[in-house]
């Protein structure tokens, strides 16, 4: 096995016992505890005081502490978990702590006491991309041009993981499954990809169950104190219970962000990951909300306001105004063509989030100019968002008084 992934691998087979500090290296993991009691969590939020309270999101709400050694940490209260045993909740933790990558948010441990059932986290000091574009931290301006993309190819990156994993009981399959990807993803050369993508196609194709992320929006972009992007909330569907509309669920909280085709037919696919991501992509070159008012005209989608601009070649209207012009041209183009290519209409002309990795890393020029000729961005293209009407719940809309918007 080759030295790199062999190592992965090694990382990966860590996570189910106590890891050392050389297993867990990754920037801003802390050590894996796997076990806290009731107690010990009580303690380090104040009793889950709502001065600690952090967020709250469709599976519960995320309070601050801090343990016994200084270390901070984010506890999760899950409502409405499944009403499993301890056994079969742990065994649950387990699968997904397994997957380590250092754009994904780490498993500290769990708590499974009497109903209560908690997720503990690293945590996470600078928020998430929501609070520094829309949120709290929005006037700070502290994301300059090259923080974004660096978030944008970490988040793409822990994507393209959880897109790629396949949940075996096996656990030398699921290793090598999982180390498979990622050493791919860092190791391969731009003339490897056309391979490791035929072989991600056959594991989607054959590979039962298929990972889905399901909740993939600015606010489960979250940042380390280096800004370094940690994506959150994976795995977190499986803990919803049987008797509850999952579907209602995801709805409700990803409103802009839903793929057109889920909230049509209901049915969750990596493709709708894909375009939910997309809408990311353009919220970050943007600085607009996945939906915001225009003028008196009704709810605009953000894909829907970028897009006639990306036709006429009109990037510098796009930008984020709090860039103060200060990003670079060809970086801003190639993230706002990622960004609609994911959001396509038809989910089968959708880029794979390995085929996104390399584009927003400028490694595959050749699919860089195929995009850039893509129909979907010729001025006079008739290829719009009429290809499927327009449902409540996806990003996309259709303004009172602009036909340029209203066809594309």
């Known amino acids: 096995m080759h030295t790199r992934l062999s190592r992965f691998a090694h990382r990966v087979l860590c996570c189910g016992r106590k890891a050392s500090g050389e297993d867990l290296s990754d920037e801003g993991s802390g050590s894996l505890r796997w076990v806290f009691t009731l107690r010990e969590l009580r303690s380090?939020?104040?009793s889950f005081n709502y001065d600690n309270k952090i967020g709250e999101g469709p599976f519960g709400c995320v309070y601050w502490g801090q343990v016994w050694d200084g270390s901070q940490i984010a506890v999760k209260?899950?409502?409405c978990a499944k009403n499993g045993t301890e056994t079969e909740f742990a065994s649950d933790v387990e699968i997904l702590g397994r997957v380590r990558h250092k754009n994904l948010l780490s498993f500290r441990g769990y708590c499974a006491d009497g109903p209560e059932r908690i997720l503990v986290y690293d945590y996470m000091p600078n928020s998430s991309l929501y609070a520094h574009l829309h949120g709290a931290h929005s006037t700070e301006c502290l994301l300059d041009?090259?923080?974004?993309?660096?978030i944008a190819i970490g988040a793409a990156r822990a994507l393209a993981?959880?897109?790629n994993l396949i949940f075996v009981h096996n656990s030398i399959a699921y290793i090598i499954s999982s180390a498979l990807v990622s050493f791919l993803m860092v190791s391969c050369s731009t003339e490897e990809t056309h391979s490791y993508e035929l072989l991600h196609r056959y594991l989607h194709h054959h590979a039962t169950p298929q990972i889905i992320h399901g909740s993939i929006?600015?606010?489960n972009v979250l940042l380390?104190?280096?800004f370094q992007a940690h994506l959150g909330d994976f795995g977190l569907i499986k803990f919803i219970p049987d008797g509850v509309d999952h579907d209602k669920i995801i709805s409700e909280n990803q409103r802009g962000y839903l793929a057109p085709e889920y909230v049509m037919f209901g049915k969750p696919t990596t493709g709708c990951d894909v375009y939910s991501f997309g809408i990311i992509l353009l919220e970050i070159s943007s600085g607009r909300r996945p939906v915001e008012k225009s003028g008196s005209a009704k709810m605009c989608g953000v894909r829907n306001w970028v897009l006639p601009l990306a036709k006429d070649g009109r990037y510098d209207e796009?930008?984020?105004s709090k860039l103060n012009d200060k990003y670079s041209d060809s970086e801003l183009k190639r993230v706002v063509l990622v960004g609609l290519a994911c959001t396509h209409r038809e989910p089968e002309k959708r880029p794979t989030m390995l085929q996104v990795v390399s584009m927003l890393k400028g490694e595959s020029k050749e699919m860089l100019?195929?995009?850039e000729n893509d129909e979907l961005f010729r001025p006079d293209s008739t290829v719009s968002s009429h290809a499927m009407s327009t449902p409540e719940g996806s990003s996309d809309c259709v303004l009172k008084n602009d036909q340029g918007l209203a066809a594309a």
């Open 145 to 150: 041009w090259r923080r974004r993309t660096f």
């Open 318 to 320: 796009i930008v984020d």
């Open 369 to 371: 100019s195929r995009l």
């Open 77 to 79: 209260k899950l409502k």
């Open 44 to 46: 380090a939020t104040n």
């Open 161 to 163: 993981l959880v897109n």
């Open 224 to 226: 380390d104190s280096n």
């Open 217 to 219: 929006k600015a606010t």
